[in-house]
């Protein structure tokens, strides 16, 4: 598929590398069907971890390896095409206790900016999926248990027959840029050691982007902002949101921050945030993190920093 003409362009985790292939989907058998073919290429999550591999010092990539009888019996999603090849990821939790401790298992988190498109695509997109699938397992409207149909991408509910899709919780993440062309960024609430992020929050229901862009920015450090505008998005399946980056103009410099979410916030020149970087009193979020790509996107450059720990 061609590219958007992004300005945040290979964000992690946002590389369309499956073809998903929908249509294949309302077929009751694909699953079986291709859990029992030698040639599919199966990913195996267990808990929130996936086997990484990197084969002769090349780019890591999550394992995909063939069926094994037991994933029969295990939650089964079907991912889509790549190569010709059927891709499905497979819900293996009742490996918890073999990979607990195993280095090869690694979370999205630590890994996803690291691996090849195919690996962080399939990774990311099993991981949204599955977390949906975990939190769903009762219809909404009656209270009984669902089954998953249409090769895992909805639940149905046996007794009225009802489909349930996964949800995407969107959310806002937004530099904040004052005329003299300093960042804001601010520490939250639950934040580990001196990390320091630009600010988000979830869309609500009834509201454009622009609009919990310029809410989210008011409520948590009560700036006024205009020019909102897009910069690219990226899944962020912990658990389920899909993060979409701005920039806005702000309107003034007066901080007044709302005490439960926002431990501290402040602006920084290029300078500033180069020294607070260099002796350590900021740590900025992670290379996976389309927060990082927005702060290097108003800073010109990639960042020389340590990375907010990740788990
Ligand atoms: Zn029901």
């Excluded at 990082?292 to 788990?311: Q, T």
């Amino acid at each position: 598929m061609p590219a958007a003409d992004l300005t945040l362009p290979g964000l992690p985790l946002s590389a369309t590398v499956l073809d998903r292939r929908g249509d294949l989907r309302a077929d009751p058998q694909l699953l079986a069907r291709l859990l029992a073919d030698p040639a599919t290429r199966v990913l195996r999550l267990v808990g929130d971890r996936a086997a990484v591999e990197t084969v002769d010092g090349g780019v890591p990539s999550v394992v995909l390896t063939p069926p094994e009888p037991a994933d029969a019996g295990r939650l089964a999603l079907f991912l889509g095409e790549s190569d010709g090849r059927a891709h499905v990821a497979v819900v293996a939790d009742d490996l918890l206790e073999i990979v607990d401790g195993d280095p090869a298992w690694h979370t999205l988190r630590s890994v996803g900016a690291d691996l090849d498109d195919l690996g962080a695509s399939a990774f990311a997109t099993t991981l949204a999926l599955s977390n949906w699938h975990r939190a769903h397992g009762h219809c909404p409207r009656c209270g009984t248990p669902t089954a998953p149909a249409l090769a895992g991408w909805i639940r149905r509910c046996p007794a009225d027959a009802s489909d349930h899709y996964p949800r995407t919780d969107m959310a806002v993440i937004m530099a904040v840029v004052d005329a003299d062309d300093r960042i804001l960024l601010a520490r939250g609430k639950g934040f580990r050691g001196n990390g320091m992020s630009v600010l988000a929050g979830f869309v609500e229901p009834g509201e454009s982007l622009a609009a919990a862009v310029a809410r989210e920015v008011a409520e948590e450090v009560g700036i006024e902002v205009t020019d909102v505008t897009y910069l690219g998005d990226q899944p962020w399946p912990f658990p389920s949101s899909l993060m979409l980056g701005f920039t806005a103009k702000a309107l003034g410099t007066e901080l007044r921050l709302q005490e439960e979410e926002i431990e501290a916030a402040r602006w920084f020149s290029r300078d500033e945030l180069v020294a607070a970087l260099a002796d350590g009193s900021v740590v900025v979020s992670g290379r996976v993190s389309i927060s990082r790509r927005i702060i290097e996107h108003w800073f010109g450059a990639p960042l020389d920093s340590p990375e907010i720990p990740l788990r």
